[in-house]
């Protein structure tokens, strides 16, 4: 079982290489906050990066993602801190984009069936044009 530290890393790696296939340009971020930095369709974004690397205890189906901050009391990611959240299956090697503005709970849950070919793309031009 990989340490929390290396599965957050594989992740931010993850998520970076979807982006640049999709011809986003991006850097992992030195910045508290914000994991990635991406560039495209002449706007900057702010990505949080969440990595999950085990299916639910209950129901083998879905990864849960902590989609809170902080130690005690965590609370939603917001836009103060990011503007999309990457949402990594590391089994699957695939990521979900979200705008922070659809994540309205501290814990999000996504079906493993959801984490196919093509995800990337077409949920990083919905993750992209969110009001």
């Given at each position: 079982m990989l340490p929390e530290i290396?599965?957050?890393?594989?992740?931010?790696w993850i998520a970076a290489a979807a982006l640049?296939?999709?011809?986003?340009?991006?850097?992992?971020?030195?910045?508290?906050?914000?994991?990635?930095l991406a560039y495209s369709e002449?706007?900057?974004?702010?990505?949080?990066v969440k990595t999950a690397n085990t299916l639910g205890r209950r129901d083998r189906t879905l990864y849960r993602f902590s989609t809170g901050?902080?130690?005690?009391?965590?609370?939603?990611?917001?836009?103060?801190?990011?503007?999309?959240?990457?949402?990594?299956?590391?089994?699957?090697?695939?990521?979900?984009?979200?705008?922070?503005?659809a994540i309205t709970s501290k814990s999000t849950r996504l079906s493993k069936n959801r984490f196919i070919e093509g995800c990337e793309k077409q949920s990083w031009?919905?993750?992209?044009?969110?009001?």
């Open positions: 290396a599965v957050g890393q594989a992740g931010e640049i296939e999709l011809g986003v340009q991006v850097m992992v971020s030195p910045t508290e906050g914000a994991d990635l002449d706007r900057y974004f702010r990505i949080e901050r902080g130690t005690k009391g965590k609370k939603i990611i917001t836009s103060e801190t990011c503007d999309i959240v990457a949402l990594v299956s590391l089994p699957e090697r695939r990521v979900i984009f979200r705008n922070v503005g031009e919905e993750a992209i044009k969110w009001k």
